[in-house]
């Protein structure tokens, strides 16, 4: 049986450099993530744990850009996908990038998986938002992924 899941190489595909997100107060500057630096290899998957309150969902928002702006900003560090840094794409273009080459699965189940929907349908969602897949190409790929797992 083949597979389209590429075998683990030595080339990098996400690095982040010295990422720094604050959270702006009245009264100071909080680093929610600061000097985060880590990189990834094709065909890795990365898990992020921590204490509560310790800056793992604030670097991931980071890196695809969701973090609310204001009160927070991303101060300094690049996020580099693909030669790019992401931290330099305007909307349309992180829209694209979201959901369509970079996603990630926050723990909190009411947050993970909609029970009211299916699985298929949450995962054709962000296939026809982000790439502007027609239904039914998104369901056949929706398919695809659900079979490597």
Known sequence: ?????????????????????VFWSR???IYAANGVSFHL????????????????????????????????EIVSG??????RDLLLLDAD???MVRGGEVGFVFQDPMTSLNPVFTVGYQLMEPLRKHL?????????????LLSLV
Do not use: F, H, W, Y
Not at 43 to 68: A, F, N, Q
Not at 78 to 83: A, C, E, M, T
Not at 132 to 144: D, H, P, Y
């Open 132 to 144: 502007g897949l027609g239904k039914a190409v998104a369901r056949k790929r929706a398919i695809e």
């Open 93 to 95: 273009e992180m829209r």
């Open 41 to 72: 290899n094709r065909g890795e998957v990365l898990g992020v744990v921590g204490e509560s309150g310790s800056g793992k969902s604030v670097t991931m928002m980071s890196i695809v850009k969701l973090l609310p702006t204001p009160p927070a």
């Open 78 to 83: 690049s996020v580099r996908l693909g030669g």
């Open 1 to 21: 049986m083949e597979s389209s899941v590429q075998a683990k190489t030595s080339e990098v595909v996400l690095e982040v450099s010295d990422l720094q997100a």
């Open 27 to 29: 009264r100071a500057r």
